[in-house]
């Protein structure tokens, strides 16, 4: 499978942007989610033991977005640019 550029940012930008609260809702109560329908993008790890503990794991939000921002060029136009782009993304 060959990513892309685009392929690439797209997944750091949803990483970057990820909530918790889907995987918080799976913790608590596994049975009643619907997994393909789920925000898991900034998961890392989920871990559920023998006695039924769960252990979330989460990516680092920080570094997905210092890693568009590099991909961006840095600099305050980069920042201005890739703030731009995270906004249209959420619309």
């Known amino acids: 499978m060959e990513l892309d550029r ?5 997944a750091l930008e949803k990483i970057a942007l990820s909530r918790p609260n889907d995987a918080i809702a ?3 109560a596994p049975q009643e989610q619907y997994v393909p329908g789920l925000d898991l993008w900034g998961v890392s790890e989920f871990k559920i033991n023998s006695a039924g503990s769960v252990e979330i794991k989460f990516a680092d939000r920080v570094k997905a977005i210092s890693l568009l921002l590099e991909c961006a060029g840095g600099g305050d136009e980069s920042m201005n640019a890739l ?3 995270l906004e249209a993304g959420e619309e």
């Open 6 to 10: 685009e392929a690439i940012l797209e």
């Open 26 to 28: 799976l913790a608590l």
């Open 83 to 85: 703030l731009s782009a």
